[in-house]
């Protein structure tokens, strides 16, 4: 009897041996098959294929990196997370692709999106990363999953083998173009899909390479194709304006007029093609309606919302039709506008944050807004701050980064019972933690920074555009001195500028301008001019 | 000493910062400070005639407006208390004009205490009810205004209008004149709201003889545009 023991184990013995030579890659499950156990009956997650391919990928795992599989394959993916120093740290697969990519899968599992995505992106040579393991991330990241937008990552070519050519198209297309990168964007857009986000986005930087590059031309036919479209990525009125200003640039002032006058009344480019649409009267030689527009524009209620040069525009028309009461007063709008808009600007360049912190509290609660949603605080800011592409990425990224910052923390303070093998706090999770801090702290500066850049343009404009409203004062006080040598003195041609501008439809109203202006009212001025620069023999 | 010297540097730096900004805002002071320019200034004035002209919030060229009214009526026959409710139907030829069909129907002719109390000393005076009448009107907007309500623009119109029609009254129908004056409220491309007055002038048949009566109402309707 006691012989048929022994022999029936040898056996089993010999046959182990026999397994174990006959392949490395022995996993542990098999162990535990041929020991005759069972693994504990759980829900079996979908990674089982992931993590059989890795046990053979490894080799002999130990008891830790058992553990951790085993957490793959239930689809306990924090517990997982929490594993992984017990498993792997300090070991040769920790450093190679496969495991680099397995780690970031587990941040991006936990919910550290972003820093798995720079983490997988950090990876040389993704063609060696397993086949398997890069299919898994594929399906785990979406590319409509935010965290691509807000990623701080190049694209090694090889990605493209892994995530396709549209991620390719997503991940270089956030860039903001220069003038010069024309080849770029071509190739890019080579690669975009139809109707993509990426494709609406590179055809309006094409747009815009082509307009800054004198060929108004290519530019306009990329944009109205742009302006075609059914669904539009770029921002209808963003599309408007630069059309107009195209149309300006070339001349044809009436197009533009037309063009200026499409964008609407609440968006945040409406300002400036205000301002646009009084320059474009002004080179068509009708100061007459470049005060109706700039009327609706200087107004107490809209200086936080207007550049310095609309008021210099405004001085500008009131000289060109000898109107030196308004233009005296022009002088003092510009005083009471813009002096303080500098000092709350210069106190912002001298680290004031008060102001960003509101921005950026409004940015996270809001995403994208306008300028006078900003209300009172809108004044302390520079007038860009809405409309800065580059800001608004650098706030969504820190928006994102601090939200991880926070998931950070927690999975840090959870690491006192969520790991398994190690007691207490987990110091590399606790350096998760400070470095998700420091990149939100990094991405946060950097916005700050923006915003310190933007208000230094801003009050180098304010200077440049004080300058030339000296110049107007100049020129009033010697127009005024020799006006009556310069005016025309024949009472009879009398110059008379009417006004065009105003409500265009059939049946109009017409209402007398008093000094309190209505809501409705602004921009629906209409001035006539009635001997600007003449006076009558007496 | 290289410590000092990025100390001194940064430092310079600072400074020159502020003492940028404070020329700046030295130069801001400087402007528009001279006021024998602007007394000069104000003697030298062009004419400026600033007007607003904006286009209509609801459009109405070619439009039907149907409205339910109510209208109370007094003068006329003071032995009556009529009310009667109707409906409107307006075509807008444009904002100026338009042409109005209107019905109202008498749901209410009560005699009133002036009457009771003439039965009471054995004197009976005689009414002609109105029942119903139909009319056809002119209108005309001369006037329009706007309303600031709760930081919404509405427009508004007066109007007046002359039109005919008949009555139909106890003992037979009648041609009757009409005119009225009130104000037309757009709230919205559809809603409106007419408030008003309108005179009708028709002859009652009476036991002594005819009569002409002068009835005026108050009238007040919700409309809808088509």
Not at chain 1, 23 to 39: F, N, P, Q, R, W
Not at chain 1, 435 to 440: E, F, Q, S
Not at chain 1, 484 to 495: M, P
Request: aromatic fraction near 12%; proline fraction near 3%; glycine fraction near 6%.
């Amino acid at each position: 009897m006691m012989n048929a023991i022994t022999k029936l184990l040898i056996n089993r013995l010999i046959s182990i041996s026999f397994l174990l030579s006959f392949s490395h890659t022995v996993l542990a499950s098999d162990i535990l098959d041929l020991l005759g156990g069972k693994e504990a009956q759980v829900e079996i997650g979908k990674d089982k294929s992931l993590t059989q391919e890795l046990r053979r990928e490894i080799g002999s795992l130990n008891a830790e990196q058992v553990i951790l599989f085993n957490f793959l394959d239930q689809g306990q993916y924090e517990k997982a997370f929490y594993q992984w120093g017990s498993a792997f740290d300090g070991t040769r697969f920790a450093y190679e692709p496969t495991g680099r990519a397995l780690k970031a899968y587990l941040f991006y599992k936990v919910g550290l999106q972003i820093n798995a995505l720079e983490m997988l992106m950090s990876i040389q040579n993704p063609n060696t990363i397993k086949k398997e393991m890069r299919s898994f991330w594929k399906e785990a990241a979406p590319l409509a999953n935010p965290s691509w937008q807000l990623a701080d990552m190049g694209w090694d070519p090889m990605w493209t083998d892994v995530f396709g050519r549209q991620a390719e198209v997503q991940v270089k297309s956030r860039k903001i173009f220069d003038a010069n990168d024309y080849t770029q964007i071509e190739a890019l857009l080579r690669k975009s899909g139809e109707n993509t986000e990426e494709r609406a986005w590179l055809e309006w930087q094409l747009a815009l390479h082509f307009a800054l590059n004198g060929d108004a031309a290519k530019g306009s036919k990329v944009l109205s194709l742009l302006m075609k479209e059914k669904k539009n990525f770029i921002e209808p009125n963003l599309m408007n304006i630069t059309a107009a200003r195209m149309l300006y640039e070339n001349g044809y002032l009436d197009a533009a007029v037309q063009y200026y006058q499409t964008v609407d009344k609440s968006s945040d480019y409406w300002f400036v093609a205000q301002e646009e649409l009084a320059w474009s009267y002004i080179r068509k030689g009708e100061p007459q309606n470049t005060l109706a527009v700039t009327k609706s524009l200087v107004q107490p209620s809209f200086k936080a919302l207007i550049g310095p040069e609309t008021v210099f525009l405004r001085a500008l028309s009131q000289l060109k039709v000898c109107d030196y009461k308004g233009a005296s007063q022009s002088l003092l709008d510009y005083k009471s506008f813009f002096k303080p808009k500098a000092e709350k600007l210069e106190s912002l360049m001298a680290d004031n944050t008060e102001p960003v912190e509101f921005f950026f509290k409004s940015l996270e609660k809001n995403g994208r807004l306008p300028l006078v949603k900003l209300k009172a605080k809108a004044y302390e800011l520079p007038r860009y701050v809405t409309r800065d592409e580059v800001l608004y990425r650098l706030s969504q990224r820190a928006v994102g980064l601090k939200a991880e910052a926070v998931k950070a923390a927690e999975l840090y303070s959870k690491s006192l019972s969520g790991g398994t093998a190690k007691v207490g706090f987990q110091a590399d999770i606790n350096d998760i933690k400070v470095g998700t801090d420091n990149k939100y702290q990094t991405a946060k500066n950097a916005f700050y920074n923006r915003i310190k850049l933007l208000a230094t343009e801003e009050v180098t404009e304010i200077n440049q555009i004080l300058q030339k409203m000296h110049i107007v004062e100049a020129e009033i006080l010697q127009q005024v001195t020799v006006s009556q040598d310069i005016a025309s003195t024949d009472k009879s041609e009398f110059d008379v500028k009417k006004g065009s501008t105003g409500g265009k439809a059939r049946d109009v109203l017409k209402f007398p301008a008093t000094e309190e202006i209505w809501f409705d009212e602004i921009s629906n001025f209409k001035i006539d001019v009635k001997k600007g620069c003449q006076i009558s023999k007496k | 000493m290289k410590k000092i010297l990025l100390t001194i540097v940064l430092s310079s730096l600072v400074l020159c910062q502020f003492s940028m900004a404070s020329e700046l805002m030295k130069d801001f002071d400087s402007l528009g400070g001279n006021s024998d320019l602007y007394k000069k200034a104000k003697a030298l004035n062009p004419e400026l005639r600033t007007q607003v002209v904006q286009n209509r919030i609801v459009d109405r060229r070619l439009r039907l407006e149907l409205s339910p009214t109510y209208m109370n009526y007094w003068g006329g026959n003071p032995y009556l208390s009529s009310q009667s409710v109707g409906m409107e139907l307006a075509f807008h030829i444009n904002p100026r004009w338009s042409l109005d069909l209107s019905y109202t129907f008498g749901f209410q002719n009560d005699v009133t205490s002036e009457w009771t109390s003439l039965v009471n000393l054995g004197v009976v005076p005689d009414v002609d009810f109105p029942k119903s009448s139909l009319m056809g009107f002119v209108t005309y907007y001369p006037f329009y205004g706007k309303l600031n309500a709760f930081d919404t623009v509405i427009h508004f119109d007066l109007y007046t209008s002359l039109g005919a029609g008949t009555t139909e009254l106890s003992f037979g129908n009648q041609a009757t004149l009409g005119a009225n004056i009130g104000l037309g409220i757009w709230w919205s491309q559809h809603l409106t709201t007419r408030i008003g007055y309108r005179y009708q002038t028709y002859e009652a048949q009476l036991k002594n003889g005819p009569e002409d009566l002068d009835m005026s109402s108050a009238f007040v309707s919700v409309g809808y545009m088509l």
